[in-house]
């Protein structure tokens, strides 16, 4: 995963975007996708890989900016889910600075290095040039919003992953798409998120995450409390942000009708 800005993938021939956000569920999330491409992919790369969904899908897909995206909301169901900053950043931290001995290029650019101390880790992040930031660690509405606007028209919280992917199947359903399966369980690395508690350990990290990561939690986490997002307890289920729904369920009640009207008159209807 590199720095890149295209965040979305662009379905050729479904009316289709997905908002990838790196450490929630995006691998789980790309693996279900890529049911939905008509030709077997070509081997080598991961489904993970944003070069995957680049140069191996047979120019069935392809990664396009938030911004390109924005300007296809008229005509595209676009869907992304997000993460408890706190809980996204400890998730980076492990599997980026801890389980892999070299660590991805755009974070070494950072200053990040394999092994080195949790506090460290969120000093060189927060403070880091918002144009060298590795995707994993980008603020969650700098890879969603463009112009200060949400661009998904669903956007689901990790933390109810079930229900938010029911919830998202449904609205695809009523957008006429393709039904996607049940989403598998792909890197599942922690037990719990007592974690969480414990590496945020001052109100100096605390503060600093609060201050870099405003964004994500003013926009996806202000129902909840700094304490409960830190303790990591399950959170009061509420339901996925979205938009478009009242104009999806008249498009699908005018479509319904229509072929009604169209059945009753055929004459070769059969009863």
């Known amino acids: 995963m590199s720095k890149s800005p295209r965040h979305f993938i662009l379905f050729r021939d479904i009316p289709l975007l997905y908002g990838r956000v790196p450490k929630?569920?995006?691998s789980?999330?790309?693996?279900?996708?890529?049911?939905?491409?008509?030709?077997r992919p070509d081997g080598g790369i991961k489904t993970t890989a944003d070069r995957f969904w680049r140069e191996n899908t047979h120019?069935?897909?392809?990664?396009?900016?938030?911004?390109?995206?924005?300007r296809l909301r008229s005509s595209h169901f676009s869907f992304?889910?997000?993460?408890?900053?706190?809980?996204?950043?400890?998730?980076a931290y492990n599997n980026k600075i801890l389980e892999i001995e070299d660590v991805p290029m755009p974070m070494k650019t950072m200053g990040l290095h394999h092994g080195m101390a949790?506090?460290?880790?969120?000093?060189?992040?927060?403070?880091?040039?918002?144009?060298?930031?590795?995707?994993?660690?980008?603020?969650?509405?700098?890879?969603?919003?463009?112009?200060?606007?949400l661009v998904p028209k669903f956007v689901g919280r990790m933390e109810h992953m079930?229900?938010?992917?029911?919830?998202?199947?449904?609205?695809?359903?009523?957008?006429?798409l393709p039904t996607l399966g049940a989403i598998p369980q792909k890197n599942v690395r922690r037990e719990?998120?007592?974690?969480?508690?414990?590496?945020?350990?001052?109100?100096?990290?605390?503060?600093m995450v609060i201050e870099r990561y405003?964004?994500?939690?003013?926009?996806?986490y202000s129902d909840y409390s700094v304490d409960i997002l830190l303790d990591g307890r399950q959170l009061n289920k509420l339901p996925p942000l979205q938009r478009g729904v009242v104009k999806a369920k008249k498009r699908q009640r005018a479509q319904l009708s229509a072929w009604a009207r169209g059945a009753l008159c055929h004459p070769n209807r059969v009863t």
């Open 214 to 220: 405003e964004g994500d939690f003013n926009r996806f």
């Open 162 to 176: 079930n229900d938010h992917w029911r919830r998202l199947r449904r609205r695809m359903k009523l957008e006429g």
């Open 24 to 26: 929630v569920a995006n």
């Open 80 to 91: 992304s889910f997000v993460r408890n900053p706190f809980d996204r950043l400890v998730a």
């Open 28 to 39: 789980s999330i790309k693996a279900t996708l890529c049911k939905l491409l008509a030709h």
């Open 118 to 149: 949790f506090d460290h880790f969120i000093d060189i992040v927060c403070k880091a040039d918002p144009e060298l930031m590795d995707n994993h660690v980008r603020p969650q509405t700098e890879m969603l919003l463009c112009a200060n606007k």
């Open 59 to 70: 120019g069935e897909t392809q990664l396009v900016t938030p911004q390109q995206a924005r």
């Open 192 to 207: 719990g998120r007592n974690d969480i508690r414990i590496l945020f350990h001052s109100t100096a990290l605390i503060d």
